[in-house]
């Protein structure tokens, strides 16, 4: 209980400060009161809570400026399907985009660049993620959280390890089926969380295969290229042959695996901490429960972007303002998301309420994005297919494998 309160305490402090920070100005020049509107936003889902508080917090402070919310939860590829439709048919004002998907949109004109207030505020691998290129001072898309993955290690009668465990050191090491990750899709929704555990543990041996701009080599010869993504997931593919890894699904298949087995590892996003506290089973005692940084995780994390051509456009920016500010980002970081704001990492009360605070920020700022690219779909079917083959039919990889990638980024 005593988390519990410190947390209500905290949350009461921020939103006081942001209920100030939210306020809009209802009249108009001569008086004329500013008309009623509801900006429609469309998102994936948030089991944090996180959102729905904020937006409750913004629509007490701004009555005339209601939020509709229309949530879309089939996973990050189908839910792109869904925002493209909804922005290429004026369906919304507002997209909260998972951050691989900002060049597409950008590209087929269906966002419009806005300016952010104190964006040096912004972690550096976030900012730049969605910075327009000939034009720093404007983004396609405010960051609302980041993400990165996080090694989660049980520590059975609390206290640290002498030496912080890496993710390739356990892979060497784990027997028993003793670390989990999202390592085995079962459906097309659970696709690209495979995608990012394939590309951490390749990071993990050889952390040149992708650049801070998530770029991955052109020019090299296809073979040379080839061996490098061979060595890097050869250990991989061995330690599922002699099943020494449990295979989650997806990220809540993961957990579940992790706190109802009592495991030593899991491969997670740092959300995932606040749900295992949550969970009040024996193998999730948060007290025993340390994050680490991965060698080089992926950077994951949504961004509001303004829809191209909304009616609404002056008061959805002021929302998105609002909902990516440094008062927001403490709440999101209150109820477990990483926030994209330094800011929100300084704060004493957050350091104290969240033991691996300052681990997540060194996690993000080492981070790789995946590639910035408007086809990073054909990327991302890419390496799921071909790697997929190599982990559990026994196919090695090939030269297409290369090919196939160079091709998505051309």
Not at 10 to 17: E, I, N, Q, S, W
Not at 250 to 262: P, Q, T, V
Request: proline share 7%; hydrophobic share 40%.
């Amino acid at each position: 209980m005593p988390d519990q309160y410190s947390r209500r305490s905290f949350l009461a402090g921020v939103l006081t400060c942001g209920t100030l920070s939210a306020g809009a100005i209802y009249l108009l020049p001569g008086g004329r009161s500013l008309p009623t509107i509801e900006l429609r936003l469309t998102t994936g889902r948030d089991p944090t809570g996180a959102r729905d508080l904020l937006i409750a917090m913004w629509e007490r402070a701004n009555p005339r400026t209601k939020v509709r919310l229309d949530i879309v939860s089939s996973g990050t590829l189908d839910e792109r399907v869904q925002m493209l439709s909804r922005a290429q048919h004026g369906q919304a004002d507002i997209v909260n985009l998972d951050v691989i998907h900002i060049p597409e949109f950008a590209r087929q004109k269906l966002i419009t660049p806005i300016p952010l207030a104190d964006s040096l505020e912004l972690l550096d691998p976030i900012r730049r993620i969605s910075q327009v290129s000939d034009d720093p001072d404007r983004f396609w898309a405010a960051p609302f959280n980041t993400d990165v993955g996080m090694l989660f290690s049980h520590r059975r009668g609390g206290g640290d390890p002498e030496q912080a465990p890496t993710l390739r050191d356990v892979l060497d090491t784990v027997t028993n089926q003793q670390f989990v990750g999202q390592l085995k899709p079962s459906a097309e929704t659970s696709n690209e969380a495979f995608v990012i555990n394939v590309l951490e543990h390749a990071l993990s041996r050889d952390g040149d295969l992708l650049d801070e701009n998530g770029a991955i080599e052109m020019d090299t010869p296809v073979n040379d290229h080839l061996e490098r993504w061979q060595q890097a997931l050869h250990p991989l593919r061995d330690a599922i042959a002699e099943q020494r890894v449990a295979l989650g699904d997806d990220e809540n298949d993961s957990m579940r695996i992790f706190a109802d087995r009592g495991l030593t590892y899991m491969r997670n996003w740092p959300v995932k901490y606040r749900e295992l506290q949550q969970l009040e089973r024996p193998g999730a005692n948060p007290n025993e429960i340390q994050l680490d940084a991965l060698p080089t995780g992926i950077l994951g994390g949504q961004s509001l972007a303004l829809v191209a051509n909304s009616p609404h456009e002056e008061r959805a920016r002021e929302f998105i303002a609002f909902m990516t500010g440094e008062p927001a980002q403490k709440v999101l970081a209150a109820h477990g998301l990483a926030p994209t704001r330094r800011g929100a990492y300084g704060d004493a009360n957050l350091r104290a309420l969240i033991p691996h605070l300052g681990k997540l920020r060194g996690a993000v700022g080492a981070a790789r994005p995946r590639p910035i690219h408007t086809n990073y779909v054909a990327f991302s079917k890419a390496v799921r297919d071909h790697v997929y083959q190599l982990l559990y039919e026994k196919r090695e990889l090939q030269p297409e494998f290369v090919t196939d990638l160079r091709a998505a980024l051309a």
